[in-house]
């Protein structure tokens, strides 16, 4: 069984950044995939971003241009530096590793933007 442990969320004025990070307990076997979903009150668990083993990214359109996703595969920890943040940023943000047989996800954390 593989933990993830995330970190970084909080609360933060509007404009400001805010910097997430997952930490798994173990590698996970490629390919793979890492990513940061999250889930506002009354609205249902939506993908923020992804990153391949490969390198490649999949951004929402609503975090296109302000958050960047990147990973240490040496460290088996993605991150998700979020900029110019907005009030409908403020959700509970999730990490998520899987792979073809596998799928893990964090315990999450709050991320708040308000004023």
């Known amino acids: 069984q593989v933990q993830l442990v995330e970190s970084g969320g909080g609360l933060v004025q509007p404009g400001g950044s805010l910097r997430l990070s997952c930490a798994a307990s173990?590698?996970?076997?490629?390919?793979?995939?890492m990513g940061w979903y999250r889930q506002a009150p009354g609205k249902q668990r939506e993908q923020v971003a992804v990153?391949?083993?490969?390198?490649?990214?999949n951004y929402a359109d609503s975090v296109k241009g302000r958050f960047t996703i990147s990973r240490d595969n040496a460290k088996n920890t993605v991150y998700l530096q979020m900029n110019s943040l907005k009030p409908e940023d403020t959700a509970v943000y999730y990490c998520?590793?899987?792979?073809?047989?596998?799928?893990?996800w964090g315990q999450g954390t709050q991320v708040t933007v308000s004023s």
């Open positions: 998520n590793f899987r792979n073809t047989w596998d799928e893990y």
């Open positions: 173990r590698n996970i076997v490629s390919p793979n995939a």
């Open positions: 990153m391949s083993s490969a390198g490649s990214t």
